[in-house]
């Protein structure tokens, strides 16, 4: 069973992991149709949509159910059954090769990206999807603007691209840190005070020229909080098989939380659009996040209304003359 939060908080509307009374609800039996129309409504609530008046203080680190151990097998069941429906969408994106998704992923150190990328692409054809992971730039790179190296890393039609991290890190970390941006080879009259205004019109451009080529943006910030983070982090040093993953950079970072939560919020602000929305997923509970994540990707596939190519008349007696000789091989 789920317990209730207080009633003082937000409440959601209907769910893929949704509340029947105080118990989650089995959703593996579900038609493909009332799925999808289940993930369209879950999602909604993370979508930002149009961010002009978008504030982050009003989205929880939290989902708002509570949820116990006894409830993981079915939240796994979910996500199982999201993926199942994820994995038949992206088939049919493939075979009709017109449209390309990105999937965009930026949050705080430990949030939980690479879990999320792993869980819910775990069902999708290899051939059907590529993943990048962005880090400090390199040399070439620097060489170039700083839409160049997401630019050559995008997908093609018919594939879904996942972007761990993007160009979104030159209006975050470079802006936190603006020492980044000085050391960069940007010729210095352009790095005025207008450079993030700037930036974020370009990037909005970009996107919506991305949109008017055929490839849909859907993007998600991990929403964790400084306290699940410092538990994410004390759990990475003391597994060993852990420690690859955590370097003093990221516990610097920390000290830095409040400037990368204004630098969040106004990037949010400033891109999410309805052909392009963010999606502030609550990240401090690991196997919700991934349900909300499955959920929206499902629902931006869906609305793209994918199908299998149509086959002529010409072509299916084709393939039944073919049939009919393999038939009669002896």
């Known amino acids: 069973m789920a317990r209730k939060k207080k009633s003082s908080e937000k409440k959601s509307p209907g769910k893929v992991v949704s509340t029947t009374g105080s118990k989650l609800e089995d959703i593996s039996k579900l038609s493909r149709k009332e799925l999808k129309e289940r993930a369209r409504k879950f999602s909604k609530q993370y979508c930002v949509g149009d961010g002009a008046d978008f ?38 994106m493939y075979a009709q090769d017109k449209w390309s998704l990105l999937v965009i992923f930026q949050a705080m150190d430990a949030a939980g990206k690479d879990g999320a990328i792993k869980h819910v692409m ?36 018919g594939r879904i691209g996942i972007f761990n991290r993007s160009y979104y890190e030159d209006v975050l970390v470079v802006r936190v840190h603006e020492s980044i941006l000085h050391a960069s080879k940007l010729p210095e009259e352009l790095a005025t005070p207008d450079i993030w205004k700037n930036r974020f019109k370009d990037i909005r451009n970009y996107e919506k020229y991305l949109s008017r080529n055929g ?14 983070q410092k538990k994410r982090f004390i759990e990475r040093i003391d597994n060993p098989e852990k420690n690859w993953k955590f ?60 199908a299998y190519p149509r086959v002529s008349k010409e072509k299916i007696a084709e393939l039944k003359t073919i049939k009919q000789a393999l038939l009669d091989e002896k």
């Open 247 to 306: 370097s003093s950079a990221d516990a610097k970072e920390r000290n830095y939380w409040g400037d990368y939560m204004k630098s969040y919020e106004a990037m949010i602000r400033n891109t999410s659009t309805r052909e392009s929305p963010w999606y502030v997923v609550p990240a401090d509970n690991k196997s919700f996040a991934r349900i909300v994540i499955v959920s929206a990707i499902v629902n931006a596939m869906d609305e793209l209304n994918l």
């Open 122 to 157: 775990s069902g999708i054809n290899p051939q059907g999807c590529q993943v990048t992971a962005f880090k400090a730039p390199s040399a070439e790179e620097l060489d170039h603007d700083y839409l160049w190296r997401c630019q050559k890393n995008m997908p093609e039609r």
């Open 55 to 92: 504030q982050l203080k009003k989205y929880s680190t939290d989902p708002n159910i509570d949820l116990g151990p006894e409830d993981k097998p079915l939240m796994k069941l979910t996500l199982e059954t999201g993926v199942e429906a994820l994995a038949e969408l992206q088939d049919k």
């Open 215 to 228: 490839t849909r943006i859907i993007k998600f910030f991990l929403n964790v909080s400084k306290k699940e």
